[in-house]
């Protein structure tokens, strides 16, 4: 699971630094670059958890609840830029549909995690 996982975060990488040669908007940048510093974050957690031979159930990366969603709107925009990338990789319209379908559900989520715990900033 955690090898599926590096592989999407390092998607998730290349992606990021793509935008980042285009955007010419700074907010989007600021969090492109927000998001990029956390796909190295956690690139460079799973290399040493894979090294290691560690195992992290979906216990300890909720608070103890695995179906408890994420609690920051910036993890469910983290998410949802996932599911770009892998809408990117693939070659099915069908499928890349559906993955348009998820990340938007999740920047939805997000905008509604955020009104919720304060988050949001006025645009």
């Known amino acids: 699971m955690d090898e599926m996982r590096l592989e999407i975060v390092n998607l998730n990488i290349a992606h990021y630094e793509r935008l980042l040669e285009t955007e010419t908007n700074e907010e989007r940048v600021q969090t492109v670059r927000s998001l990029l510093a956390e796909a190295h974050e956690e690139s460079l957690r799973l290399t040493k958890a894979m090294s290691l031979g560690e195992r992290r159930s979906p216990v300890d990366a909720n608070g103890g609840n695995p179906f408890a969603p994420p609690r920051q709107g910036h993890r ?3 998410k ?14 069908a499928t890349r549909a559906t993955y348009l379908y998820i990340a938007r559900s999740y920047e939805v989520l997000a905008e509604r995690a955020e009104g919720i715990m304060g988050d949001r900033r006025d645009r």
């Open 76 to 78: 469910l925009r983290m």
């Open 80 to 93: 949802a830029e996932e599911y770009r990338t892998m809408m990117g990789s693939s070659r099915d319209d």
